[in-house]
Each structure stands twice: as C-alpha cells, then as structure tokens.
C-alpha cells in the first residue's frame, strides 16, 4: 500500500496501457484520475487536486513536459512514465521541472517504489526554505524582499537590486500604464532625465527571469509610445 490514499493523475494515451496503470495504481492504494490529453490534463489538476502527475510525453495535443511550466507554482510532484529514454531525454525532462523520470518499459514494483519516494518528500526547499505540503504555498508574483525573490511560473526567481526594485514598483500598480519618465524618477531616482535605453534594457532582462515565454510576453509589457504595465 502507499503511505497515504494520495490521488494520481495519469495522463496517457494509449488506451491499454491506461487501463493497466490505472487498475494497478489502484491495487497500490492510490486514487487515481486518467487524462487522454494535456487539456484534459489541466481541467483534472484544478477540479480534483491531485498529489502526484504521472506524465507521458507523446500527447496528442503535444509534450507531456510542455505542461510543467503550468505547473511550477501548484503543490504537485511529477513523475514523468515515457519511452524516450536516452541520457538527453531524462536530463531534459528533469531540468524542466520533473520530480523523477522513468522510462518505458518499467517493472511495476519499481514504479510503486518511485511513487512512495515522492509522497515521503513531505518538504522541499523553495527560496531557501521549507514549505510543506501541509502549509500554505507561495502565490504568483509573491516577493521575498530579503532574498531579492519573486515567486513566477518557474518558481523563486532571484533578481538583482535594481531588477527587484522596479518589478516591487510595477507589481503595486498592476495594470497601470507607467511612463518611461517615471519610472526613471520613482525606479532609479534621477531627477534630471537622461536619454537612454535602461529602461528597454532592464524590461528584456526581467522578461528573460520571470516569462514563461520572454519573446512573447504576457505580463511584462511595453505600452507603444506610452510606457510599460505589468498585468496579472
């Protein structure tokens, strides 16, 4: 049996090994929820919270790991059940966000072993400290002003002084559109305006820390021939 009567989402797609996972995690002793799709997926990690995701990669709708980047600021460990074994292929799923990484084919007693390991993590570190599954999780766009942090997609993010001080600026007034000009007085405090790029420089690399696609921003954004505004 797991230690706990934890809830599993598994999303797979090929429908006879779903059904065979699915009836094992079950003699486990774990619940278990079954996605085809990483839009299923989504749906099923609000409606029904589980604790862990036990991920394929070849989706119809896409890469398995393209759903991890919606996932770091949620209480969910991943295990990622694929056959793209290689070296790379392991590295790769971890650096983008899975907890473990077990190729295709696997012995079941080895994925029951691997699901325990991951429930007996009962804290992992963020930011330097302990957040438990029990305690409350850091929301986005959270600030740790005494670890230059910010909590984002990715996780706690560390940005330098000058980074930390003008996303703290911008975050207490989402929405708003903020000139160029002032954010040069109220940000850098100049008083006597220069003509300089520093604002576009420090807006790309702020981007580069905390969106999920920094190209193609979705919260940081330039404002044409007005300013900037940081949406929600």
């Known amino acids: ?25 079950k003699k486990m ?12 997926a989504r749906e099923l990690i ?9 991920l394929d990669r070849q989706l119809p709708d896409g890469d398995g790991l393209d759903l991890l980047k919606d996932l770091r600021f949620r209480r969910l460990k991943v295990l990622v059940l694929s056959s793209k074994s290689s070296a790379e292929e392991r590295i790769k799923g971890l650096e983008r966000g899975a907890d473990d990484y077990l190729p ?16 007996r993590r009962k804290s992992e570190e963020v930011g ?29 993010v560390v940005l330098t002084p000058l980074e930390f001080k003008f996303l703290s600026y911008v975050l207490q007034k989402p929405g708003t559109i903020l000139s160029k000009d002032r954010l040069l ?16 420089y420090l807006i790309t690399q702020i981007r580069k820390r905390i969106e999920v696609e ?14 900037v505004k940081f949406l929600i």
Not at 128 to 149: T, Y
Not at 185 to 200: A, H, I, N, Q, Y
Not at 214 to 227: D, F, I, N, Y
């Open 104 to 119: 295709k084919p696997f012995h079941w007693d080895e994925l029951k072993a691997r699901l325990n390991a991951l429930l």
């Open 214 to 227: 920094p190209e193609s921003p979705k919260h940081l954004l330039t404002v044409r021939g007005a300013g």
């Open 1 to 25: 049996m797991s230690e706990s009567k934890a809830r599993v989402l598994l999303v797979e797609d090929e429908l006879a090994l779903a059904d065979a996972l699915v009836l094992s995690l």
């Open 29 to 40: 002793g774990f619940e278990c929820s079954w996605a085809k799709t990483l839009r299923e």
């Open 46 to 54: 609000v409606t029904e919270s589980p604790r862990i995701l036990v």
């Open 128 to 156: 330097g400290e302990f957040w438990s599954d029990e305690s409350e999780s850091p929301k986005l766009w959270q600030l740790d002003p005494d670890r230059l942090q910010v909590f984002t997609y990715q996780g706690w």
């Open 185 to 200: 007085r109220e940000v850098w405090g100049f008083s006597l305006l220069p003509k300089t790029r520093t604002v576009d």
